[in-house]
């Protein structure tokens, strides 16, 4: 069928939907509705789709359109739920499982009849990363049911009247109910008001005399304070005390009456030294193995497992600061010290990397220096991993992965990756040539004429897809908490092999028989040259696309066919 998808944003579940229903052989478009009614309606008088579906809506869909045409709306809520804040509503309230369901758009708000609904569990995670993952399986599937029950013409949607159905309006999630109360609210209630919140719209605060939205979440058992002060620092965040414990929050937005026109996110002790310059809030390190049964925030950490090393990394929006770069290097040089025959990398769920931190970049005093410095950070990461032959290497993408972040796991030796996953393999939308060695990796493992394909077209790339092209090695069937295990016991297996050692030196001669034809050294000065001029120019078109992209400002057509590079939320 011919598809139209219309949707406020191509986020991470509208590429995942591009990119399946394409692998099914649907034909599909993509419009935003961000630019208003007219280019829906435009989109739909040219290309007249056979379906039109809407993943993700902020406005609601012209009405000419919906009584013309069959419209599918994705409702993260399970049937008889309206309201434009079902997903808050579900944690605030502690729900243990909730659902998606695909209705039929009318002119009362989620009140069409149904064509599919499918529930999932709801886990202690972060409201983004319950989206991009249980909420995101579960629209994937409900979805693919509706577009089969429409094609097959004979399924009637359930109306919202019958009396299987239980409608429950409610009201948008303000600020109101996600205000703590330092005071009085206890760890576990202030934990559930900041992971409703962790992305958009974050929970407006007050710190050092300035209002700020607070963003993420993670707790602390040991640090104490009286309630509400700030305790420490760690990587970027800051450690804030609660009336029974104390709580990691990663990253802060000022608010827009700041100054600045559009304010956006960055890392938390970053917005409070520039609120208080020498505010001198004690830094508070974590070491790379946690001891057993300790709750603290850390976005590196490494344990080991017989001959089988796991360095978990999990950075807010998957987006890799220069610092983080280098810690992540360091914690993988002392990783390589174990004695291990395997080694994985990535996080236990959701996002694997997305490469340069953006926002970072944009908040520096010199932007082209900054990103300069960040990319050379992430190529030495990146160059650490292809040059490691004394053990095999895997990456381990439990979430999505973009732009330089996919090249991170493409220098691994295996790529093994959750059936969930999307993958944006080039940078293009972001004005950018690219670097992390992608001209060495990505042709060595699709072929120059896939590797042009997928840097040009610039196109999502569901995880099925990436396993046909080469771009992953192996499908990992879990859902989103299940795939640490699983891939501890694939690694585990993997590391117990009997030609282990075989297969080991084969990569070193592989890569020594590399270097000889090209080394590592001139695949990266190639690639940095093209950066170089592109970071260095004012009048390049990254310094536009960065600005809007990390500001959220209007930018691009409305017709996109890819998102920017690493927008994969």
């Known amino acids: 069928m011919d598809i139209l998808l219309v949707a406020s944003a191509f986020n991470s579940l509208s590429q995942r939907l591009y990119a399946e229903l394409s692998d099914l052989g649907h034909r599909l478009d993509v419009v935003l509705a961000a630019h208003g009614p007219d280019p829906v309606r435009a989109a739909v008088r040219e290309l007249r789709p056979d379906l039109i579906i809407a993943p993700m809506l902020r406005t609601a869909l012209p009405e000419d359109v919906w ?78 049911t509706a577009v089969r029950r429409y094609a097959d013409g004979a399924y009637k949607p359930l109306p919202q009247t019958d009396e299987s159905v239980t409608v429950v309006w409610r009201d948008a999630f303000r600020q109101e109910r996600r205000r703590i109360d330092w005071e009085h609210d206890d760890t576990d209630t202030v934990l559930r008001k900041l992971r409703g919140a962790d992305s958009q719209p974050g929970v407006l605060d007050e710190l050092l005399g300035h209002e700020v939205f607070l963003h993420g979440g993670q707790p602390e058992d040991e640090l104490r304070g009286r309630p509400g002060a700030l305790l420490a620092q760690r990587a970027g965040a800051v450690c804030r005390a609660t009336r029974d414990g104390a709580v990691w929050i990663p990253e802060l937005r000022p608010r827009r009456n700041s100054g600045d026109p559009a304010p956006f996110r960055r890392p938390a002790a970053s917005v409070l030294a520039a609120y208080r310059p020498g505010l001198a809030l004690p830094e508070v390190p974590a070491p790379l193995e946690l001891p057993p049964g300790r709750r603290t925030w850390t976005d590196i950490r490494y344990r080991q497992h017989g ?6 990394f999990s950075f807010p929006g998957g987006a890799m600061s220069t610092d983080q770069c280098r810690r992540l290097l360091a914690a993988y040089t002392e990783a390589l010290t174990r004695p291990t025959r395997v080694l994985v990398l990535g996080g236990t769920r959701d996002f694997f990397s997305n490469g340069i931190h953006l926002n970072v970049v944009e908040a520096a005093p010199d932007p082209a220096e900054e990103s300069w410095t960040n990319l050379n950070a992430i190529d030495d990461l990146v160059e650490a991993v292809l040059r490691t032959t004394d053990r ?128 590592l050294a001139r695949y990266r000065e190639a690639e940095l040259a093209r950066m170089h001029a592109l970071f260095f120019d004012p009048e390049a078109p990254y310094h536009a696309l960065r600005s809007a992209f990390v500001r959220k400002t209007p930018g691009g057509s409305a017709r996109p066919l890819a998102p920017a590079a690493g927008d994969t939320r």
Not at 480 to 507: H, M, N, Q, S, Y
Request: charged residues 20%; proline residues 8%.
């Open 392 to 519: 095999l290497v895997v990456a381990a993408l439990g979430g999505n992965a973009a732009a330089g972040g996919a090249m991170l796991a493409l220098a691994a030796d295996q790529v093994w990756c959750r059936t969930g996953v999307v993958l944006n393999p080039h940078y293009r939308r972001m004005g950018l040539y690219g670097s992390e060695f992608w001209t060495y990796t990505l042709p060595r493992r699709v072929g120059p004429e896939q590797a042009e394909r997928l840097t040009t077209q610039a196109l999502p790339v569901s995880a099925a897809t990436a396993v046909r092209l080469g771009l992953v090695d192996r499908l990992v069937p879990a859902a989103p908490g299940d795939f640490p295990a699983e891939v501890e016991r694939l690694a585990t297996a993997l590391a117990a092999t009997g030609d282990l050692d075989r297969r080991i030196a084969a990569k070193a001669a592989a890569r020594a028989a590399d270097e000889r034809q090209r080394p």
């Open 307 to 312: 001959d089988t090393g796991f360095l978990g």
């Open 67 to 144: 009584r013309e045409h069959t419209c599918l709306i994705v409702h993260p809520g399970p049937p008889g739920d309206r309201g434009p804040s079902s997903l808050d509503w579900a944690i605030a309230d502690g729900a243990e499982r909730w659902g998606v369901t695909v209705l039929q758009a009318e002119a009362a708000m989620d009140a069409g009849p149904v064509w599919a609904a499918e529930p999932f569990p709801v886990p202690p995670v972060g409201k983004s990363d319950l989206y991009r993952n249980e909420a995101s399986d579960a629209a994937v599937t409900a979805v693919l």
